[in-house]
Structure formats: structure tokens, C-alpha cells
DNA sequence: TCGTAATTGAGATACAGTCTCAATTATACC
DNA sequence: GGTATAATTGAGACTGTATCTCAATTACGA
């Protein structure tokens, strides 16, 4: 069994909550998918295994799934919510490219601790946060020019 | 006439737009809300002085505002886009209270320094970045205690 | 195996944001 | 000032994402 399956089970347990198959597809189909996705492109993936899946269980088992920190919310595109798993990778921030919509991660260790001492300066007790820098990705930039 | 109005005069006047009572209601509305205000916010304040002004040119004229860099998008709240006017002034970041709600905002020489290496490392050409941190601010976290 | 509270799918509903269209109006030009 | 014309407006219809409802089903502790 896979860390992020033990993971969601003791959450759910805790709270008297249910291991269901629905569940165990959508956690399933959330770390077979290594970019960031909305919930349609979750819900396609999903569609094609078990054509049953409804669009709101899907709707209803992505807050389980933020809750637990397996996945978290990143830049909205066009409106739509977009996702990833995080559970065992690493923290990091996002370059998006305003043309074609390429994401680039990135993590810069100096960038997270003066976020610390922010914090510190103003007795803000942090949970999360999010940086994200909206420009033109180098190939974006040459066909500008 | 203030320097906003101008700008705005000029940013419509090159594309053959124009300044009508309605956008310049807007506009001086935007000017006056001195925090992080959403559509329903400024529509609510520019009803008292003119119940006609609908909705639907509140959010065609916003889109206008935002591209001639006189407003910005602030972290969404509740599903709601939220702005802030930044016409006249510095850019900053944002700490927000998951309690109480309440915003601080900041402003790190270090980190903007830092972001520009960060895109120069990546052959990235920065438009805008938003960094925003979620946590508890120093009264809600007294509460909690 | 049983009892029960959690969960599900389907469709109804909510609601922010966009679009349509006929009537109105700002502005360039004379 | 007057006129032509393309932009703009309000009202309400419409879209699309996300949430809610409810009867039927099911996971899971005892
Ligand atoms: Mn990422
Ligand atoms: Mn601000
Ligand atoms: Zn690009
Ligand atoms: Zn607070």
C-alpha cells in the first residue's frame, strides 16, 4: 500500500470517516497525475476507469484531500481551481507563462526563510503560502520579439 | 482632476474609448475604498449615489481599470474576486488571518530582489507576482490559546 | 452478520461572471 | 453649435463552476 493511501485512511479513520472505492480511485488517479490539473481533467482520467464516478464526489473528496495536506490548491487559470499532489514532494513556488501557460517550479531557500522573519516582525503566525510570478517563459519571450 | 483620472482619460483616449459618467463613478469609487474591496463591495457604495449604474458595467469597466495598472487582483476570498487600487502606490505583498480575515500588507526589499534572480535564473520575464501568506495574526492567535 | 451513520449518483439549485440587444451618448469632424 | 457614428449602457438572459438535496447504497465497528 502506498504512503499517501495509509495517510488518507488514518485521516478518515480519525474522524469516523469511510475508506470508500470512490475514494481510493480519486486518491489513486491524484498521484498518477504528475501536473498541476483542474477537476475535469480529473474527472476525464477518472470517467474512463469507472464511468459511474460522479462529478460530485470528485467535488467532495478534493477538500478531504486538501485537509489531510496530500494535495494543495495552486494558481487559478481561467477561472478553474487547479491542483497538486504535495505529499512527499517538497515545498515550492510556481513561474507561470502568460502565453502559453507553462508552469515552472521553483524553490528558493532564501525566499522561504525572509518569509519567516516577515512573519516574525509581525507576529503573524503563518500556516501556508503562496508565491506565484506571472510573465513570459523564454520561448514565449523569442517569438514576441 | 486627479492623476488617476487622468491616466485613465489618456489609457481610453489611445484606444478610442470613452470616458463616460458611468466609468468615471467607477473610478472615483475605486479611489476612495481604502481596502481590498469585491464587485458586490463597490457596487453596494456606488448605488447610494446612482441606483441606475448596474452591475454589468461595474464588471465591464473593472477588466480596463486592471489593464491600465490602476487596480490589481488581491487574494480571492470566499470565491470572490478581491482588488485594491495601486495607482500612486508601492507594491506590496499580503499576510491574510484565516480567523478574522484581517489583511496586513508588507513589503520586502530582500524578497523582490530575490524573485528577480529567480527569473533571470530561469530566462523568465516577470509581468507580476503575488505572494501571499495565510496564518493567524497576533490577536487571533491569543484567542486560540 | 447486523445496525447505523456515512456516502453515493443524479439532478436541482446557487450564484459569480459574461453576453445580447435595443436605446443612448461621447467625441471627432465640420 | 450641429451631425455622424461607433462605443456604451441597463436589463435581463445565459454560462459554467461548484454546492446541495434526497432516496438508495454501503463501509465498518460491534
Ligand atoms: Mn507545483
Ligand atoms: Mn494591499
Ligand atoms: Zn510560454
Ligand atoms: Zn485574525
Redesign the pocket.
Given at each position: 500500500m502506498n504512503d499517501y493511501e495509509i495517510e488518507f485512511k488514518n485521516y478518515?479513520?480519525e474522524r469516523?470517516?469511510?475508506?470508500?472505492?470512490?475514494?481510493a480511485l480519486i486518491l489513486k488517479a491524484v498521484f498518477s497525475l504528475h501536473k498541476h490539473f483542474?477537476?475535469?481533467q480529473l474527472w476525464e482520467k477518472l470517467h474512463k476507469k469507472d464511468n459511474?464516478?460522479?462529478?460530485?464526489?470528485i467535488?467532495?473528496?478534493l477538500p478531504l484531500l486538501l485537509d489531510c495536506n496530500l494535495i494543495q490548491e495552486t494558481l487559478r487559470c481561467q477561472?478553474?481551481?487547479r491542483y497538486e499532489h504535495i505529499f512527499g514532494h517538497q515545498h515550492h513556488d510556481h513561474m507561470v507563462c502568460l502565453k502559453c501557460g507553462k508552469v515552472t517550479e521553483f524553490r528558493e531557500e532564501k525566499i522561504e526563510k525572509l518569509q519567516e522573519e516577515v512573519c516574525k516582525r509581525y507576529n503573524f503566525k503563518s500556516v501556508e503560502h503562496r508565491l506565484g510570478i506571472r510573465g513570459y517563459c523564454q520561448k514565449c519571450q523569442k517569438k514576441l520579439r
Open positions: 478518515l479513520k469516523g470517516l469511510k475508506f470508500t472505492p470512490e475514494r483542474d477537476i475535469d459511474r464516478l460522479s462529478r460530485a464526489t467535488y467532495r473528496t477561472g478553474r481551481v
